[in-house]
């Protein structure tokens, strides 16, 4: 999809992507962000990690949170494709975009620490400080961003700044860098209720970071076909 023009980059190379790139199926969308990378400016530094696990949700199945209908908290997931709906899970925030369809969107899920001459050593550095361990240690790296609260801790994107705010070129982004991972899995989602449609594969994980990711999904006893599915370019409409 070609970009629209954005005035006000952060730097002259920059691919913020447009509004019009969220305004597409969740699955779709889901897929397409993987290779994505997030920025964020906390101060002086971009901090910035690659999206490399994400869910798509819809207000139609019961596994969403507009399914349980519209509140003002829940307010972003019914604007248009390309808002941001941030929530608190298990005492720490979680990302989401709004995707076409009133109530439909994608979980950022998980990420990987992304270094280049804009988010340097010293963005990852403050980083490893926003998401220390449990012992106050610096993590491991591939686990850094490796589940959607140690995402937004990393980060350092809070509920109170950006829940139902649109993107800022000049503070928090999402830029293409060029990455266009294959293959991708698909599988179910993580942490869906018996009996709330936990059964749909609406899981998309860049294969290559399938360590780093909340759960392996090609962990062993994990069989293709049956557990998941492995997704080409050739089936960018599944």
Not at 9 to 36: C, I, Y
Not at 146 to 166: F, I
Request: aromatic letters at 8%; hydrophobic letters at 35%; one cysteine or more.
């Amino acid at each position: 999809m070609p970009h629209e023009p954005i005035l006000s980059l952060p730097w002259p190379t920059a691919q913020p992507l447009a509004a019009s790139f969220f305004d597409r199926d969740a699955r779709l969308l889901a897929r397409e962000l993987l290779g994505k990378v997030i920025r964020h400016r906390v101060g002086e530094h971009w901090l910035a990690a690659r999206i490399i696990e994400t869910e798509a949700y819809y207000c139609a199945e019961k596994g969403s949170h507009a399914s349980l209908g519209y509140t003002e908290k829940r307010r972003a997931l019914f604007l248009d494709g390309g808002h941001i709906y941030m929530y608190y899970a298990r005492g720490g925030d979680s990302l989401n975009f709004s995707a076409q369809g009133p109530g439909n969107a994608v979980l950022i899920k998980s990420a990987a620490p992304w270094l280049d001459r804009h988010s340097d050593a010293a963005s990852l550095a403050q980083m490893h400080a926003n998401n220390p361990d449990a012992h106050g240690l610096p993590r491991p790296l591939e686990r850094l961003c490796a589940g959607q609260t140690l995402l937004c801790r990393a980060l350092g994107l809070k509920v109170t700044d950006w829940d139902a705010q649109r993107f800022d070129t000049q503070r928090l982004f999402v830029d293409d860098v060029g990455e266009h991972p294959t293959p991708v899995v698909q599988t179910t989602r993580l942490g869906i209720p018996a009996g709330r449609d936990e059964h749909l594969p609406y899981r998309f994980v860049d294969a290559a970071f399938a360590r780093q990711c909340t759960r392996n999904p090609l962990r062993r006893g994990q069989v293709e076909g049956r557990d998941y599915h492995l997704l080409h370019p050739e089936d960018a409409h599944q």
